[in-house]
């Protein structure tokens, strides 16, 4: 019930193409759902966060996808440059509870140049 | 505006050691956790705090103490290392607001050798 499944699990995208990672949820009650970067020996940064009331989030060249029904979001990142090349977490939290966020495994994206 | 404080950078400590693992924030957050990220294994929930005076614990709390007597402060106590609890440790914090959970803001986090 509250485990969030992260995949893949590594991605290999060439400059200016788009990077896909997909999360799925299982507890019906989260109602908030971010996504973190984080770099090499920092820690995560927030990068983009979605509520189940739209079904899409774009910041930039960053987009949230929402399907309430699957139980699934994602993140695409359009035009990839080697700067995004990092480590992503999808994670997910509940306003009817103790706010505790339950992060998915890690995506490690690598943009080749 | 420091933000989330988190000291020391680096530790080895050996087996049967224990100590503390600071975390600070001025951003005046209620919600404060420690989580410790391990390869293949995402960010683990240990040990969380809702205000002060107020804590839970997480995921993976065996073998870590903590205590929140001020709202900036919520230090990770080790309180006898062992080699499994070689991690990276981050401390976290956030201000939910209208009732609603907001996006945690991350220290730099504590490396943690445990010889």
């Known amino acids: 019930q509250q485990q969030v499944k992260q995949s893949p699990q590594s991605l290999i995208v060439q400059k200016g193409g788009i990077s896909i990672i997909n999360c799925a949820y299982e507890?019906?009650?989260?109602?908030?759902f971010p996504w973190y970067q984080q770099f090499p020996g920092k820690g995560p940064a927030l990068l983009i966060a979605?509520?189940?009331?739209?079904s899409e989030k774009k910041e930039g060249r960053f987009t949230i996808s929402f399907n309430k029904s699957a139980k699934q979001f994602s993140l695409h990142i359009m035009d990839s440059q080697p700067g995004d090349s990092a480590t992503y977490f999808c994670?997910?939290?509940?306003?009817?509870?103790?706010?505790?966020?339950?992060f998915g495994t890690g995506t490690r994206l690598k943009v080749l140049a | 505006n420091a933000g989330v404080t988190q000291t020391p950078k680096f530790q080895v400590l050996k087996t049967g050691q224990s100590m503390t693992l600071q975390c600070a924030q001025d951003?005046?957050?209620?919600?404060m956790s420690w989580y410790r990220q391990d390869p293949g294994m995402g960010l683990r929930l240990i040990h969380y705090?809702?205000?002060?005076?107020?804590?839970d614990q997480g995921e993976v709390p065996n073998g870590y103490n903590v205590s929140r007597s001020t709202t900036e402060d919520f230090p990770l106590r080790l309180l006898s290392a062992a080699p499994s609890q070689t991690s990276v440790y981050f401390c976290?914090?956030?201000?939910?607001?209208?009732?609603?959970?907001?996006?945690?803001?991350f220290g730099s986090g504590t490396r943690l050798t445990v010889v």
């Open positions: 994670a997910a939290s509940s306003s009817s509870g103790t706010y505790k966020y339950i």
């Open positions: 976290a914090s956030s201000r939910p607001g209208q009732g609603l959970p907001y996006g945690y803001t």
């Open positions: 507890n019906t009650a989260f109602d908030y």
């Open positions: 979605i509520r189940p009331d739209v």
């Open positions: 951003m005046n957050h209620e919600y």
């Open positions: 705090s809702v205000g002060a005076g107020i804590t």
